[in-house]
């Protein structure tokens, strides 16, 4: 499966974002579906993650109440709202997917990969 994010910018702090991902196939909606983000001189992290039925959803711990992970099916379509933006959060952000039962934590267990959109938060 193919994958374009898109969505990102630059703002400033306490701003609002959302990302979107969008699949190049229809079985888009048998796919576990992840955002991750890397910055400048970082590891690439989780930031949520959410499956294909949608019963299971993650976040990291720094994100907890400000971000909101979702999908449309339909649309072969998956969201990130980003509420109350901090410098922090600066990063690519990048969705990933992968088939089967587990919503992976790490990178190295997603195969398909979308190119990633810049966020930039100012103080």
């Known amino acids: 499966v193919q994958l374009q994010a898109s969505g990102g910018g630059l703002v400033q702090a306490g701003a609002s974002l959302r990302l979107s991902c969008v699949a190049s196939?229809?079985?888009?909606?048998?796919?576990?579906m992840v955002w991750f983000r890397q910055a400048p001189g970082k590891e690439r992290e989780f930031v949520a993650g959410i499956s294909w039925s949608e019963r299971n959803i993650y976040y990291t711990e720094p994100v907890k109440g400000r971000f909101t992970i979702s999908r449309d099916n339909a649309k072969n379509t998956l969201y990130l709202q980003m509420n109350d933006l901090k410098p922090e959060d600066t990063a690519t952000y990048l969705c990933a997917a992968r088939q089967g039962s587990i919503v992976y934590k790490a990178p190295a267990n997603y195969p398909y990969w979308g190119q990633g959109t810049l966020v930039t938060v100012s103080s």
């Open positions: 196939e229809r079985t888009f909606s048998t796919y576990n």
